[in-house]
Protein backbone atom coordinates (compact mmCIF):
# COMPACT_ATOMS: atom_id res chain seq x y z
CA UNK A 1 0.00 0.00 0.00
CA UNK A 2 1.55 3.53 -1.48
CA UNK A 3 1.49 6.20 1.56
CA UNK A 4 2.66 9.59 1.39
CA UNK A 5 2.89 11.96 4.41
CA UNK A 6 3.22 15.15 4.48
CA UNK A 7 4.55 17.59 6.86
CA UNK A 8 6.48 20.94 8.00
CA UNK A 9 3.83 23.35 6.62
CA UNK A 10 2.64 26.55 9.13
CA UNK A 11 2.41 30.15 9.14
CA UNK A 12 5.65 32.22 8.03
CA UNK A 13 6.49 36.00 7.32
CA UNK A 14 7.02 37.06 4.07
CA UNK A 15 11.09 36.41 3.38
CA UNK A 16 11.03 33.59 5.62
CA UNK A 17 11.61 29.86 5.13
CA UNK A 18 10.46 26.26 5.87
CA UNK A 19 11.22 22.83 4.76
CA UNK A 20 8.39 20.32 3.89
CA UNK A 21 8.64 16.54 3.97
CA UNK A 22 7.36 13.73 2.50
CA UNK A 23 6.95 10.51 4.00
CA UNK A 24 7.19 7.72 1.24
CA UNK A 25 6.21 4.13 1.71
CA UNK A 26 5.20 1.50 -0.48
CA UNK A 27 7.00 2.76 -3.67
CA UNK A 28 11.16 3.32 -4.35
CA UNK A 29 12.31 6.34 -5.67
CA UNK A 30 14.60 4.43 -7.98
CA UNK A 31 11.52 4.34 -10.14
CA UNK A 32 8.72 6.78 -8.78
CA UNK A 33 9.18 9.93 -10.27
CA UNK A 34 8.38 12.44 -6.91
CA UNK A 35 6.43 16.14 -6.84
CA UNK A 36 5.64 18.54 -5.26
CA UNK A 37 2.64 20.56 -6.19
CA UNK A 38 0.24 23.56 -4.29
CA UNK A 39 -3.61 24.55 -4.76
CA UNK A 40 -3.65 28.02 -3.32
CA UNK A 41 -7.56 28.96 -2.54
CA UNK A 42 -9.69 29.35 -6.16
CA UNK A 43 -6.97 28.05 -8.25
CA UNK A 44 -5.96 25.31 -9.67
CA UNK A 45 -3.44 22.79 -7.95
CA UNK A 46 -0.07 23.48 -9.98
CA UNK A 47 3.19 21.86 -10.54
CA UNK A 48 5.87 23.07 -7.99
CA UNK A 49 9.36 21.09 -8.34
CA UNK A 50 9.44 17.56 -9.53
CA UNK A 51 12.55 15.29 -9.96
CA UNK A 52 12.46 11.99 -11.80
CA UNK A 53 13.65 8.60 -10.85
CA UNK A 54 17.06 9.74 -11.79
CA UNK A 55 17.54 12.58 -9.54
CA UNK A 56 17.15 15.39 -12.10
CA UNK A 57 15.04 18.16 -10.74
CA UNK A 58 12.62 20.80 -12.54
CA UNK A 59 11.07 24.24 -10.81
CA UNK A 60 7.94 26.18 -11.78
CA UNK A 61 9.59 29.45 -13.01
CA UNK A 62 7.62 31.40 -10.10
CA UNK A 63 9.76 29.44 -7.63
CA UNK A 64 13.52 28.92 -9.75
CA UNK A 65 16.01 30.03 -6.76
CA UNK A 66 13.82 29.98 -3.95
CA UNK A 67 12.95 26.18 -3.80
CA UNK A 68 15.16 22.88 -3.45
CA UNK A 69 13.52 19.85 -3.67
CA UNK A 70 15.96 17.06 -2.54
CA UNK A 71 15.22 13.04 -1.92
CA UNK A 72 17.03 11.02 0.82
CA UNK A 73 16.74 7.50 -0.34
CA UNK A 74 17.53 5.78 3.04
CA UNK A 75 14.58 7.59 4.78
CA UNK A 76 12.57 7.10 1.57
CA UNK A 77 11.94 10.92 2.06
CA UNK A 78 12.05 13.97 -0.13
CA UNK A 79 12.00 17.37 0.81
CA UNK A 80 11.17 20.69 -0.63
CA UNK A 81 13.39 23.82 0.89
CA UNK A 82 11.32 26.96 0.20
CA UNK A 83 13.14 30.19 1.18
CA UNK A 84 12.56 33.97 0.29
CA UNK A 85 8.66 32.84 0.95
CA UNK A 86 6.12 35.61 -0.68
CA UNK A 87 2.16 35.35 0.13
CA UNK A 88 1.55 34.27 -3.36
CA UNK A 89 3.71 30.71 -2.06
CA UNK A 90 0.57 30.47 0.18
CA UNK A 91 -1.79 27.35 -0.53
CA UNK A 92 -1.77 23.73 0.46
CA UNK A 93 1.08 21.91 -0.84
CA UNK A 94 0.67 18.05 -1.97
CA UNK A 95 3.13 15.11 -2.67
CA UNK A 96 2.83 13.34 -5.61
CA UNK A 97 4.63 10.05 -6.71
CA UNK A 98 4.25 9.51 -10.21
CA UNK A 99 5.26 6.24 -12.50
CA UNK A 100 3.79 5.90 -16.12
CA UNK A 101 -0.33 5.89 -15.11
CA UNK A 102 0.00 5.81 -11.25
CA UNK A 103 -0.15 8.90 -9.30
CA UNK A 104 -0.03 9.29 -5.58
CA UNK A 105 -1.34 11.77 -3.48
CA UNK A 106 -0.47 13.11 0.24
CA UNK A 107 -3.25 14.70 1.89
CA UNK A 108 -1.40 17.73 2.12
CA UNK A 109 0.07 20.52 4.08
CA UNK A 110 -1.05 24.00 4.27
CA UNK A 111 1.38 27.14 4.09
CA UNK A 112 0.39 30.13 4.84
CA UNK A 113 2.75 33.22 4.49
CA UNK A 114 1.93 36.30 5.83
CA UNK A 115 2.55 39.92 4.41
Known amino acids: QVQLVESGGGLVQAGGSLRLSCAAS????????MGWYRQAPGKQREVVATMSSGGSTNYADSVKGRFTLSRDTAKNTVYLQMSSLTPEDTGVYYC?????????WGQGTQVTVSS
Open 96 to 104: NAHRFTRDY
Open 26 to 33: GISFNIYA
